[in-house]
């Protein structure tokens, strides 16, 4: 099989080996799921290799079936792609490990693989139908985690991301639609073919095909308004549903803007990067704003990850070479980040049952490592420079101070002040603040050596990306060349 | 008054009367009988055309709605009958869920 | 490429505190903690030669600028880092690596026994790692780094006490404070990065005397913004005193000798660009002068011993400020290192008095006619003190006198905010020396607490911090020329080249005037005669005049806190708002409201399809004679 194709089937069929391997037993469900994640992350870091080699500029290209209405298989990878694959695949095992020790039937592993393989498939596909397809294909694992497995309103929670992102997700196969019947009415020809429909003529149209697709993106970014879903749908679902969900699905909108809306409409994107800049300075205030009011960990972070996500959007929006690497870093960084994040939250609730701010204190003593691996999250999270987020937010910034008025990189750095705002009061909060009466405190032991392997992993990187990031720059900033401005 | 206009004007009426009952009335029989006199009024109307043309495959149709008349009454007594039989009562208006 | 070599000494800056803090964490820390120190006093000794050997190469003219490595690049764009040891950052390296390391000693004996000893000292070397990379910083990127992780190293260091509520409130508020003026540093960096597409120091030098002047009245402006934040500068100094919360090695080194004195730093770095707007020096110069004197006027009202020290700190970095502000780069350096011994000796004494007492910090209330029951801590005392009144011939009255003459040839309302800062500093600290070791009065209880010498360990490091504050001056003629080495004759390089540059600012330290020196010698005799007249002539005087309005004004900064604290409180009923009322409540709730009309328009429908037949056959009456009607016509 075509290596391409391989990266996508590989954890689906590990999905089905999972739910037949659950008949002998849950054990062997796990066990199942352990290999075939370790399985899928050795492709994908095999599959890295060689664009590694030719400097990340390489793009492999398959596929070429054509079905009716022009609909074909088409699989391309470049750098960008590769890496985004390469984050799914990590962040898989990294759930599987943290997931180890719950008492979860064969499905619940059958999930995260399915969902890994959709986002693959995402991030692989170059037929614009193929990628609607895998597109929502990756809603269907994600409803059953948060509905199934989730904390207490599961149902509502999942209902609800269902129904906001199957919503944009229409409008943006509306968008599809118009662009492929443009391109018939000018050509005479069906084509669902990335390559093939840029440059179509869509005349007075334009401006709404462009706002169809922004707005089944803007719904998984989360644009602001657009993201009323993720609160609700982190806090309910179970820990390592939230880093899938935050890690890799919040990043197929931004991906899907950089492969498909603005190669497709450059001329449109140049005179919407005011707007989309303006939305992203929004995202970074008013997620801040939001999180500093939250009593709720996960819905703390879950606001936290919106204004991450509009430091994505400026490097997106800014049209500058530094800008995008940024922004493509910035999505690998807050997988990681706001994965080992929500990843603690899940420990600490696995442990105590609860997940208030309120409801811990003095954890810095009886849960040392904890409390390090936690400070250590929260401050790439806020930006402190040597660590990760600083990079990304920093690239995509100077990104959009380059292109754009200095008022938006002001929003942007105001972002960046108010993170601090909301991130160290919580901290002081769980770890440092006395344990008051109702506290679970006494219930929370320390990291085991499995949590702290994982976490180990996790702080390493983002160490690395922090320190170094030259190499991680160089090689994701030649796939978005084609995107400056 | 023409034989044409008269037989319209029964056949007219004995619909209007059918349907009426169809709609009006609760009892499932007496929607039943509203059902056949629609189809009998058709049926005038049918007869009176294949009179004046002299055309068999009028007549040949009065032969099926004849017949689609007499199977309809078979299949519909022997449903209400059913539905009698298994205490739903004939009142349509009482019979708003299937049960069972 | 480069053709100056990096000596093997800057590595060891990095390298050893690097393995230091490796070995403390890894191995001493789950292992041995209550000897986690002994790598660390080692890497200070490694430092503590490297700087002072770095600082004789740039004395004999070979300073250096060189890149080390690339950061992060694009395409036609990038960020490398690299190391800059010339005069200034040679001079103020010096004098933190010794200070530093005779505060490391001091914190060794200060903090046995606490439960926290191996998490503090990790804490206070990356501190000290930190600063040693913003001191060599090349470029404003790396600067930004090592700034904004001295910033993390001080919050963890005010808070080390984290059981206590004031600790945690004090380390949140220095934190937000300082990231608050880190807006004003990272927006900078932004703009210049963005129009003047580069961030070395020596780069911009070059293009800002080459005429580029864009945005840079905003980029300076921004920059004096965060050092105003970090120096503790009026409108962002109040963190300062309340970071006292910390333990008293965190406040000697970090807040009094070093960590504050970065923004001076960073201002002494951006100077060439913030000459370049005309009146913003000017603008320094007043927020320099104004801070200096209001906080000389509270630190003389304060009753914790830390807290006066703070409120010294704040005035003598505005004095700093002011030295700037006039154009005289090496006066304010200069002052910079003599300040960071002074001050961190009088702070070690005062965590000698408080650790007598067995506590964290210690009220004039609680002592009282030490002197003769602590000898060595009131000998260092009285030396920094003089040094601080800027008593001759002490460093201190040479650098003092420096500013003063650099106002007094400004003259003006300059001159008259110099002199009397420097009565007023005479006057606090005379007033806390004679509170402290001097004449117990009956408001005091210091002699009930019978207090005693702590051993040398605590004892030996304000000594020597204190021959430091008075040898420096002998060290003048020698300082000044340190810190000039790098300003002047050396060749101007190439763009591009990893070659040393001119810093622009007036080379020499003022030339000694009769006329300053007397004026700043009778303010501070008057301010001296002030203190003894209040404390030892009127004792009671301190005790009496409390209790009034005037007491709560100045408690409160002049109302500044209470204004700063109820700005934070709007902050955060704004964050109250958007997230709860505004996200939840309205967003949510109307797009919730848009589910409920939904269920409510399919209860609605559903109604036509309630299971009765009659109605069923009304409708297909009535869709059926539509029909009818619209195919007959």
């Given at each position: 099989m075509s290596?391409?194709t391989t990266?996508?089937?590989l954890?689906?069929?590990g999905?089905g080996?999972?739910?037949?391997?659950?008949?002998?037993?849950?054990?062997?469900?796990?066990?199942?799921?352990?290999?075939?994640?370790?399985?899928?992350?050795a492709?994908?870091?095999l599959a890295?290799?060689?664009?590694?080699?030719?400097?990340?500029?390489?793009?492999?290209?398959?596929g070429?079936?054509?079905?009716?209405?022009?609909?074909s298989?088409?699989?391309?990878a470049?750098?960008?792609?590769?890496?985004?694959i390469?984050l799914?695949?990590?962040l898989?095992?990294?759930?599987?490990a943290?997931s180890?020790t719950l008492?979860?039937?064969a499905g619940y592993?059958?999930?995260?693989?399915?969902?890994?393989?959709?986002?693959?498939g995402?991030?692989?596909?170059?037929?614009l139908f193929?990628?609607?397809?895998?597109?929502e294909?990756t809603?269907?694992?994600m409803f059953f985690?948060i509905?199934?497995?989730?904390s207490?309103?599961r149902?509502?929670?999942?209902?609800k991301?269902?129904?906001?992102?199957?919503a944009?997700?229409?409008l943006?196969?509306?968008a599809?639609?118009?662009?492929?019947?443009?391109?018939?009415?000018?050509?005479?020809?069906?084509?669902?073919d990335?390559?093939?429909?840029?440059?179509?003529?869509?005349?007075?149209a334009?401006?709404?095909?462009f706002?169809?697709?922004?707005l089944?993106?803007g719904?998984?970014?989360?644009i602001?308004p657009?993201h009323?879903?993720?609160?609700d749908a982190?806090?309910?679902?179970?820990?390592?549903?939230s880093?899938?969900?935050?890690?890799?699905?919040?990043?197929?909108g931004?991906?899907?803007?950089?492969r498909?809306?603005?190669?497709?409409?450059?001329?449109?994107?140049?005179?919407?990067?005011?707007?989309?800049?303006?939305?992203?300075a929004v995202?970074a205030?008013?997620g801040a704003?939001c999180?500093?009011?939250q009593?709720?960990?996960?819905?703390l972070?879950?606001y936290?990850?919106?204004?991450?996500?509009?430091?994505?959007?400026f490097?997106?929006?800014?049209?500058?070479?530094?800008?995008?690497?940024?922004s493509?870093?910035?999505?690998?960084n807050?997988?990681?980040?706001?994965?080992?994040?929500?990843?603690?939250?899940?420990?600490?609730?696995?442990?105590?049952h609860?997940?208030g701010?309120?409801d811990?204190?003095?954890?810095?003593?009886?849960?040392p490592?904890?409390s390090?691996?936690?400070?250590?999250?929260?401050?790439a999270?806020?930006?402190?420079?040597g660590?990760?987020?600083?990079?990304?937010?920093?690239?995509?910034l100077?990104g959009?101070?380059?292109?754009?008025p200095?008022?938006?990189?002001?929003a942007g750095?105001?972002?960046?002040t108010?993170?601090?705002?909301y991130?160290?009061p919580a901290?002081?909060?769980?770890f440092?603040?006395?344990?008051g009466p109702?506290?679970?405190?006494a219930?929370?032991?320390?990291l085991?050596?499995r949590?702290?392997a994982?976490?180990?992993?996790?702080?390493?990187l983002?160490?690395?990306?922090?320190?170094?990031p030259?190499g991680?720059?160089?090689f994701?900033?030649?796939s978005?060349?084609?995107l400056?401005? | 008054?023409?034989?044409s206009?008269a037989v319209?004007?029964?056949?007219?009426t004995?619909f209007?009367l059918?349907l009426?009952?169809?709609?009006?009335?609760?009892?499932?029989?007496?929607?039943?009988?509203?059902?056949?006199?629609m189809?009998?009024?058709?049926?005038?109307?049918?007869v009176?055309q294949?009179?004046?043309?002299?055309?068999a495959?009028?007549?040949?149709?009065?032969?099926?709605?004849?017949?689609?008349?007499?199977a309809?009454?078979?299949?519909?007594?022997s449903l209400?009958?059913r539905?009698?039989r298994?205490?739903r009562?004939?009142?349509?208006?009482a019979?708003?869920?299937?049960?069972? | 490429?480069?053709h100056?070599?990096?000596?093997?000494?800057?590595?060891?800056?990095?390298a050893?505190?690097?393995a230091a803090?490796?070995?403390g964490f890894?191995?001493?820390?789950?292992?041995?903690?209550?000897?986690?120190?002994?790598?660390i006093?080692?890497?200070?000794?490694?430092?503590?030669?490297a700087?002072?050997?770095?600082a004789g190469?740039?004395?004999a003219?070979?300073?250096f600028?060189?890149?080390?490595?690339?950061?992060?690049?694009?395409?036609?764009?990038g960020?490398?880092?690299?190391?800059?040891?010339?005069?200034?950052?040679?001079?103020?390296l010096?004098?933190?690596?010794v200070?530093?390391?005779?505060?490391?000693?001091?914190?060794a004996g200060?903090m046995?026994g606490?439960?926290?000893?191996?998490r503090f000292?990790?804490?206070?070397?990356?501190f000290?790692?930190?600063?040693i990379?913003?001191?060599?910083?090349?470029?404003?990127?790396?600067l930004?780094?090592f700034?904004?992780?001295v910033?993390?190293?001080?919050?963890?260091?005010?808070?080390?006490?984290?059981?206590?509520?004031?600790a945690r409130?004090?380390?949140?508020?220095a934190f937000?404070?300082?990231?608050?003026g880190?807006?004003?540093?990272?927006?900078?960096?932004l703009?210049?990065l963005?129009r003047?597409?580069v961030a070395?120091?020596?780069?911009?030098?070059?293009?800002?005397?080459?005429?580029?002047?864009?945005?840079?009245?905003?980029?300076?402006?921004?920059?004096i913004?965060?050092?105003?934040a970090?120096?503790?500068?009026?409108?962002?100094?109040?963190?300062?005193?309340?970071a006292?919360?910390?333990?008293?090695p965190?406040?000697a080194?970090?807040?009094a000798?070093?960590?504050?004195?970065?923004g001076?730093?960073?201002?002494?770095?951006?100077?060439?660009?913030?000459a370049?707007?005309?009146?913003?020096?000017?603008?320094?110069?007043?927020?320099?002068a104004?801070?200096?004197?209001?906080?000389?006027?509270?630190?003389g009202?304060r009753?914790?011993?830390?807290?006066?020290?703070?409120?010294?700190?704040v005035?003598?970095l505005?004095?700093?400020?002011?030295?700037?502000?006039?154009?005289?780069?090496g006066?304010a350096?200069?002052?910079?290192?003599v300040?960071?011994f002074f001050?961190?000796?009088?702070f070690l004494?005062a965590?000698?008095?408080a650790?007598a007492l067995?506590?964290?910090?210690?009220?004039?209330?609680?002592?009282?006619?030490?002197?003769?029951?602590m000898?060595?801590?009131?000998?260092?005392?009285v030396?920094?003190?003089?040094?601080?009144?800027?008593?001759w011939?002490?460093?201190?009255f040479?650098?003092?006198?420096?500013?003063?003459d650099?106002a007094w040839?400004r003259?003006?309302?300059?001159?008259?905010?110099?002199l009397?800062?420097?009565?007023?500093s005479?006057?606090y600290?005379?007033?806390?020396?004679?509170?402290?070791?001097?004449?117990?009065r009956?408001?005091?209880?210091?002699?009930?607490?019978h207090p005693?010498e702590?051993?040398?360990g605590?004892a030996?490091?304000?000594?020597?911090?204190a021959?430091?504050a008075?040898?420096?001056?002998a060290?003048?003629?020698?300082?000044?020329?340190?810190?000039?080495s790098g300003?002047?004759?050396?060749p101007v390089?190439r763009?591009?080249?990893d070659?040393?540059?001119n810093l622009?600012?007036?080379?020499?330290?003022?030339?000694?005037?009769?006329?300053?020196a007397l004026?700043?010698?009778a303010?501070?005799?008057a301010g001296?005669a002030?203190?003894?007249?209040?404390?030892?002539?009127d004792?009671?005087w301190?005790?009496?005049w409390?209790?009034?309005r005037a007491?709560?004004?100045?408690a409160?900064?002049f109302?500044?806190?209470t204004?700063?604290?109820r700005?934070?409180?709007?902050v955060?009923?704004?964050?109250?708002?958007v997230?709860?009322v505004?996200?939840?409540?309205?967003?949510?709730?109307?797009?919730?409201?848009g589910?409920?009309a939904?269920r409510?328009a399919?209860?609605?429908?559903a109604?036509?399809a309630d299971?009765?037949l009659?109605d069923y056959?009304?409708w297909?009456t009535?869709?059926a004679?539509?029909?009818?009607?619209?195919a007959?016509?």
């Amino acid at each position: 099989m075509s290596p391409l194709t391989t990266l996508w089937v590989l954890p689906l069929a590990g999905a089905g080996a999972c739910l037949l391997a659950g008949r002998l037993g849950r054990g062997a469900a796990r066990l199942c799921a352990l290999a075939a994640a370790a399985s899928f992350l050795a492709a994908a870091l095999l599959a890295l290799l060689p664009c590694l080699a030719a400097g990340g500029a390489a793009v492999f290209a398959e596929g070429g079936r054509t079905w009716a209405f022009g609909i074909s298989y088409r699989l391309a990878a470049d750098g960008l792609s590769l890496s985004l694959i390469a984050l799914t695949a990590f962040l898989t095992l990294v759930c599987v490990a943290a997931s180890w020790t719950l008492d979860v039937s064969a499905g619940y592993w059958a999930c995260f693989l399915a969902l890994a393989s959709a986002a693959t498939g995402v991030f692989l596909a170059r037929d614009l139908f193929l990628f609607y397809v895998f597109w929502e294909a990756t809603l269907v694992p994600m409803f059953f985690l948060i509905g199934l497995w989730g904390s207490e309103n599961r149902r509502r929670a999942a209902v609800k991301f269902f129904l906001f992102t199957f919503a944009g997700s229409l409008l943006m196969l509306l968008a599809l639609l118009a662009l492929v019947t443009a391109r018939h009415a000018a050509s005479g020809e069906w084509t669902w073919d990335l390559e093939s429909l840029k440059g179509t003529p869509l005349g007075p149209a334009a401006p709404w095909v462009f706002l169809g697709l922004l707005l089944g993106f803007g719904v998984k970014i989360p644009i602001v308004p657009l993201h009323s879903w993720l609160a609700d749908a982190h806090t309910e679902a179970p820990a390592a549903g939230s880093v899938m969900l935050a890690g890799v699905m919040l990043k197929m909108g931004l991906y899907g803007l950089l492969r498909v809306s603005f190669p497709l409409m450059p001329g449109l994107t140049a005179a919407w990067a005011p707007t989309l800049a303006a939305l992203a300075a929004v995202n970074a205030i008013y997620g801040a704003l939001c999180a500093m009011a939250q009593a709720d960990l996960k819905r703390l972070i879950a606001y936290s990850s919106i204004a991450h996500m509009g430091f994505c959007l400026f490097g997106a929006a800014s049209g500058t070479s530094q800008g995008l690497a940024g922004s493509a870093l910035q999505m690998i960084n807050h997988g990681l980040t706001t994965g080992a994040l929500f990843l603690l939250v899940g420990f600490l609730y696995q442990r105590a049952h609860r997940r208030g701010l309120s409801d811990f204190g003095e954890l810095a003593v009886r849960a040392p490592w904890l409390s390090f691996f936690f400070g250590f999250a929260t401050l790439a999270s806020i930006g402190l420079p040597g660590l990760n987020g600083f990079v990304g937010e920093f690239l995509c910034l100077a990104g959009i101070a380059r292109s754009a008025p200095p008022v938006f990189a002001a929003a942007g750095v105001l972002g960046v002040t108010l993170s601090a705002a909301y991130a160290l009061p919580a901290y002081q909060a769980v770890f440092w603040a006395p344990a008051g009466p109702g506290s679970a405190s006494a219930f929370v032991a320390d990291l085991d050596a499995r949590e702290k392997a994982i976490l180990w992993l996790l702080c390493g990187l983002m160490l690395w990306i922090g320190l170094a990031p030259a190499g991680w720059v160089a090689f994701l900033e030649p796939s978005l060349r084609g995107l400056v401005r | 008054m023409t034989i044409s206009s008269a037989v319209w004007t029964i056949a007219g009426t004995l619909f209007a009367l059918g349907l009426a009952m169809l709609v009006l009335r609760r009892g499932l029989l007496a929607m039943f009988l509203g059902v056949e006199l629609m189809l009998a009024a058709a049926n005038l109307a049918v007869v009176r055309q294949a009179g004046l043309r002299a055309d068999a495959q009028a007549q040949a149709a009065v032969a099926l709605i004849l017949a689609v008349a007499a199977a309809e009454a078979v299949v519909g007594l022997s449903l209400i009958l059913r539905a009698f039989r298994a205490g739903r009562g004939l009142d349509a208006g009482a019979m708003s869920e299937l049960r069972g | 490429m480069s053709h100056v070599a990096v000596p093997l000494e800057a590595w060891l800056l990095f390298a050893a505190p690097v393995a230091a803090l490796l070995i403390g964490f890894f191995l001493m820390r789950p292992l041995a903690p209550e000897k986690t120190h002994w790598p660390i006093l080692l890497s200070c000794a490694v430092v503590t030669a490297a700087s002072l050997s770095l600082a004789g190469q740039v004395l004999a003219g070979r300073s250096f600028d060189v890149n080390v490595w690339r950061w992060a690049a694009v395409e036609g764009w990038g960020v490398d880092f690299g190391l800059r040891v010339d005069g200034p950052g040679a001079a103020v390296l010096a004098m933190v690596a010794v200070v530093g390391s005779l505060i490391h000693l001091y914190a060794a004996g200060y903090m046995k026994g606490d439960p926290g000893f191996s998490r503090f000292f990790l804490v206070f070397h990356l501190f000290f790692l930190a600063m040693i990379g913003l001191l060599t910083a090349n470029n404003y990127v790396q600067l930004y780094l090592f700034w904004e992780l001295v910033g993390l190293a001080s919050y963890l260091l005010v808070g080390h006490w984290f059981h206590k509520a004031s600790a945690r409130r004090a380390a949140l508020q220095a934190f937000l404070v300082n990231r608050v003026g880190d807006f004003g540093f990272l927006l900078a960096l932004l703009l210049l990065l963005a129009r003047y597409k580069v961030a070395r120091f020596h780069l911009l030098y070059l293009l800002v005397a080459a005429g580029r002047h864009e945005m840079l009245p905003v980029i300076a402006g921004l920059l004096i913004w965060a050092a105003c934040a970090k120096s503790a500068q009026w409108p962002l100094y109040f963190w300062l005193p309340d970071a006292m919360e910390g333990p008293t090695p965190t406040s000697a080194l970090m807040h009094a000798a070093t960590m504050v004195t970065a923004g001076v730093f960073l201002l002494v770095r951006s100077w060439p660009l913030i000459a370049a707007v005309p009146g913003l020096p000017v603008v320094v110069a007043w927020i320099g002068a104004f801070t200096a004197l209001a906080a000389a006027l509270i630190a003389g009202t304060r009753k914790d011993l830390k807290r006066i020290l703070a409120y010294s700190t704040v005035s003598h970095l505005g004095l700093m400020m002011l030295a700037l502000g006039l154009g005289r780069v090496g006066a304010a350096i200069f002052h910079l290192v003599v300040h960071g011994f002074f001050k961190a000796a009088l702070f070690l004494c005062a965590g000698n008095v408080a650790h007598a007492l067995r506590q964290p910090t210690a009220s004039v209330d609680e002592v009282g006619g030490w002197g003769r029951a602590m000898p060595l801590t009131y000998a260092s005392f009285v030396v920094a003190a003089l040094s601080l009144a800027g008593v001759w011939p002490l460093a201190g009255f040479f650098s003092k006198d420096a500013i003063v003459d650099a106002a007094w040839e400004r003259g003006g309302l300059l001159a008259a905010a110099a002199l009397l800062v420097c009565a007023g500093s005479a006057f606090y600290i005379f007033r806390m020396l004679l509170l402290t070791f001097h004449g117990a009065r009956p408001e005091q209880k210091g002699l009930a607490a019978h207090p005693h010498e702590a051993g040398p360990g605590l004892a030996a490091p304000p000594l020597f911090l204190a021959l430091g504050a008075a040898a420096a001056g002998a060290l003048g003629p020698t300082g000044s020329r340190l810190v000039f080495s790098g300003l002047r004759g050396l060749p101007v390089g190439r763009l591009g080249g990893d070659l040393v540059l001119n810093l622009p600012g007036d080379p020499a330290l003022p030339a000694f005037s009769w006329t300053t020196a007397l004026l700043s010698a009778a303010f501070a005799a008057a301010g001296a005669a002030a203190a003894y007249r209040l404390t030892m002539a009127d004792p009671g005087w301190d005790w009496r005049w409390r209790g009034g309005r005037a007491e709560a004004v100045l408690a409160s900064d002049f109302g500044w806190t209470t204004l700063m604290a109820r700005l934070a409180a709007a902050v955060a009923a704004l964050a109250g708002f958007v997230g709860r009322v505004l996200d939840r409540a309205w967003w949510d709730g109307l797009l919730e409201s848009g589910a409920a009309a939904a269920r409510g328009a399919g209860g609605l429908a559903a109604r036509a399809a309630d299971g009765r037949l009659n109605d069923y056959l009304w409708w297909m009456t009535a869709g059926a004679a539509v029909l009818l009607a619209g195919a007959l016509r």
